[in-house]
């Protein structure tokens, strides 16, 4: 696994600067990430635990896959090796869709200062938790919550969930609720 990474533009266009992942957070240079809903047929999003040994949030739950882009790599590409590397789920037959995109800018700490701009997808896929080979350097455990649960979390500021979630969230629910296109994911309104 490559840790070089593209940095962006305040627009999210290629500079032709290429640095390695601490080095982005370090300097606070703009980014590109993945972020993935997964949902099963029950309503329920799939989430993981962070491992311990993460470098931000360790031990709080997140959405079902996040990444960073390599240099060079598109998000379509980035987000099945994501889901690959962290879930062990083969991607051939999921069907992945790009919901849209936004701006983030976190401090957490004064060397990891993340500006990156989230690409959010979804897809659908009835998997049972423990089958999922999930990778253990990265996730300490996995688990399916009905999606009221996940956005209750979100608007309470749970302390179990890595606190980045919000905005995405809300604007997820949105496309569930107004998208026909990707109406089989459910009544989310």
Known sequence: MSDLIDV??????RTGEILPRAEIHRLGKYHRAVHLYL???KN???LQRRALTVDHYPGLFGISVTGHLQAGESSSACLRREIEEELGIKTASL?????FSFFQEAILHETYIDRQFNDVYITHADLQPETIPFDRSEVSEIKFVPFD???????SASPDLAPVYANGCRDLIYFLSANTS????????
């Not at 962006?8 to 266009?13: F, W």
């Not at 649960?149 to 608007?155: A, C, L, N, S, T």
């Open 8 to 13: 962006l533009s305040e627009s999210g266009l």
């Open 39 to 41: 949902l099963n047929s």
């Open 95 to 99: 069907q992945l869709d790009f919901l």
């Open 182 to 189: 990707i109406a089989r994911y459910g009544p989310y309104s």
């Open 44 to 46: 329920e999003i799939l």
């Open 149 to 155: 649960h996940f956005r209750q979390m979100v608007q």
